[in-house]
Nanobody, 115 residues
């Protein structure tokens, strides 16, 4: 079993920045994907950014140029640097990791951007 612990959410004004982090622990084997999804009230969960062990990175269009995903494989940690935040970025952000063909989710961290 893999446990994911997230941190870094909070309340910020539009135009501000936040940095999310997520550390995986437990029975970790061959982590491939590490990434972030988000879910706003009344909406479906959507992909924000993902990173593979091989270095491939993918962003949803709405965050390109503003968000940056990075990872520290030695620490089993993934980060999401969020700049130029907009009110529409308000959501619960979930860490997502794949390990040994299984998918794991963090508990979620709230990001609120005020206008």
């Amino acid at each position: 079993q893999v446990q994911l612990v997230e941190s870094g959410g909070g309340l910020v004004q539009a135009g501000g920045s936040l940095r999310l982090s997520c550390t995986a622990s437990g029975s970790i084997f061959s982590i491939n994907f590490m990434g972030w999804y988000r879910q706003a009230p009344g909406k479906q969960r959507e992909l924000v950014a993902t990173s593979t062990a091989g270095g491939s990175i993918n962003y949803t269009n709405s965050v390109k140029g503003r968000f940056t995903i990075s990872r520290d494989n030695a620490k089993n940690t993934v980060y999401l640097q969020m700049n130029s935040l907009k009110p529409e970025d308000t959501a619960v952000y979930y860490c997502w990791v794949t390990s040994n063909l299984a998918h794991y989710w963090g508990q979620g961290t709230q990001v609120t951007v005020s206008s």
